[in-house]
């Protein structure tokens, strides 16, 4: 199926390398990254997933700022092959705890134990890490999360002083504990990529939600969970726009398009009360996939406008305003518009009193970026800029603890082994943007 497997560093160095059929020239992870590193085809910014060098297939994700690639001359289904990169990086993820080059090359003996019962000469055979644990008996060395750039979803609840143990998830699900305890917690993650089109009046062109409810369980002997959802989730559309924008608590009804759920999730109970019971495999998983284009209240409103400021410049108006409540932060917003390539110079003018803010102009890629370390819900922001031409406006940010589907955890139950037993559970929201786009 596939010849070669190996990983990348953000600079191009060999972290893993296996060869499994010997088909493919040994310089492929250099004739790769080039490539990638200097992609100019289709007017494209980026290189593709999947792509052809001389006949051999490049395909590849980037996980953690990490390149998995898989190297094939036969013609292979390029999802199959997508879907086994990623979850060789999730199994990796699990046993390691961290997932960067630096527990990986710490590491690089379990990795390679790993990789052969993964694959054999090419082909797939198991990514379930609760399987591989009969296979696999090397132990990790652990790496101080705390030392190093924080990774996930957990990352983004490490806020100042008062801080959620977001490093408790960048522990290995096969290693013990100091003193031979294991830590009895559960981790229940809601994170949704929003994709909204504004048009330049702000009125919204386009909208839709993609969530996963992913699940980490460091709970002893898989105990039976039973995770409640909304009372009044509906699934599937029926042309009535029922939300409720006036709740920030999850009433009112939440009507998804469609959803599918992992293997192990039984749902005897979920036409009934919406009440999901499973017993937690080993390692990190989605519990489920969803996916809403029903009406929704997106998080940001963007609104441009343009007003001639001469015969080879126009002066550009963004405003952003946060529509969710002040109790939430959004962090690490950047703002970016495009330019045409003949623009040499742009200048900038931000609010009064602005904090926290920066602008640049990127003369490789053309492009005004307006980065803001963070914005409290209902805030609004504005910045002046002066182009020939520009747009549309794309914005990037994430939202600890709010999610715009209003998808709610009531309860996460646990089967109890005694009555002294009291893990700890972790539900948190995350929302970040796919797709926001503001058209000038």
């Known amino acids: 199926m596939i010849s070669q497997f190996f990983v990348l560093s953000q600079r191009g160095d060999n972290i893993v390398f296996r060869d499994y059929r010997g088909e493919v020239a040994k310089g492929s992870a250099e004739i790769f990254f080039r490539k990638v590193k200097f992609w100019k085809e289709d007017e494209a910014e980026e290189a593709p997933p999947v792509f052809?060098?001389?006949?051999?297939?490049?395909?590849?994700?980037?996980?953690?700022?990490?390149?998995?690639?898989?190297?094939?001359?036969v013609n292979v289904p390029p999802s199959l092959v997508l879907e086994l990169l990623q979850r060789i990086a999730r199994v990796t993820k699990d046993y390691l705890g961290v997932l960067n080059e630096d527990s990986i090359r710490k590491n690089f003996v379990l990795v390679y134990e790993l990789l052969d019962e993964v694959i054999d000469f090419g082909y797939p055979q198991t990514t379930s890490t609760e399987v591989l644990k009969s296979y696999v008996f090397n132990e990790p060395i652990v790496v101080d999360a705390g030392r190093l750039p924080p990774l996930g979803p957990a990352a983004i609840f490490m806020q100042g002083t008062k801080r959620m143990p977001g490093t408790a998830v960048t522990k290995s699900v096969v290693a013990t504990e100091p003193g031979g305890k294991k830590r009895e917690e559960i981790f229940?993650?809601?994170?949704?990529?929003?994709?909204?089109?504004?048009?330049?009046?702000?009125?919204?062109?386009?909208?839709?939600?993609?969530?996963?409810?992913?699940?980490?369980?460091?709970?002893?002997?898989?105990?039976?969970?039973?995770?409640?959802?909304?009372?009044?989730?509906?699934?599937?559309?029926?042309?009535?726009?029922?939300?409720?924008?006036?709740?920030?608590?999850g009433s009112g009804t939440v009507i998804l398009d469609d959803?599918?759920?992992?293997?192990?999730?039984?749902?005897?109970?979920?036409?009934?009360?919406?009440t999901l019971s499973?017993?937690?495999?080993?390692?990190?998983?989605?519990?489920?996939?969803?996916?809403?284009?029903?009406?929704?209240?997106?998080?940001?409103?963007?609104?441009?406008?343009?007003?001639?400021?001469?015969?080879?410049?126009?002066?550009?108006?963004?405003?952003?305003?946060?529509?969710?409540?002040?109790?939430?932060?959004?962090?690490?917003?950047?703002?970016?518009?495009?330019v045409p390539s003949y623009t040499m110079r742009a200048s900038f003018e931000l609010e009064a009193g602005a904090t926290g803010q920066t602008t640049d102009f990127k003369e490789g890629s053309r492009r005004l970026e307006w980065n803001l370390k963070k914005i409290v819900g209902g805030a609004e922001h504005t910045l002046r800029n002066i182009a020939k031409e520009a747009g549309p406006v794309n914005m990037n940010f994430t939202i600890p603890m709010y999610n715009a589907s209003k998808l709610?955890?009531?309860?996460?139950?646990?089967?109890?082994?005694?009555?002294?037993?009291?893990?700890?559970?972790?539900?948190?929201?995350?929302?970040?943007?796919?797709s926001y786009v503001a058209r000038l």
């Open 408 to 434: 709610q955890v009531r309860y996460l139950q646990i089967a109890k082994k005694s009555k002294t037993y009291n893990p700890y559970r972790w539900v948190r929201y995350v929302t970040q943007a796919n």
């Open 188 to 249: 229940v993650d809601i994170i949704e990529k929003i994709s909204v089109t504004f048009s330049s009046s702000g009125y919204i062109l386009t909208s839709e939600i993609d969530g996963t409810i992913q699940m980490k369980s460091y709970l002893t002997g898989n105990p039976e969970i039973r995770l409640a959802l909304n009372e009044d989730l509906s699934i599937g559309r029926n042309g009535s726009s029922l939300y409720d924008y006036r709740s920030s608590s």
């Open 278 to 338: 499973l017993i937690p495999p080993d390692g990190e998983f989605a519990v489920m996939n969803y996916r809403m284009t029903q009406e929704f209240k997106p998080p940001f409103r963007v609104t441009a406008l343009i007003e001639e400021a001469g015969s080879s410049r126009a002066e550009v108006i963004l405003k952003i305003r946060a529509d969710f409540s002040p109790n939430v932060t959004a962090n690490t917003i950047t703002v970016q518009m495009p």
């Open 259 to 274: 959803c599918n759920f992992h293997e192990s999730v039984h749902l005897e109970s979920f036409d009934v009360d919406r």
């Open 52 to 73: 052809n060098v001389d006949g051999v297939n490049y395909i590849h994700v980037k996980v953690a700022g990490l390149f998995f690639v898989a190297t094939s001359r």
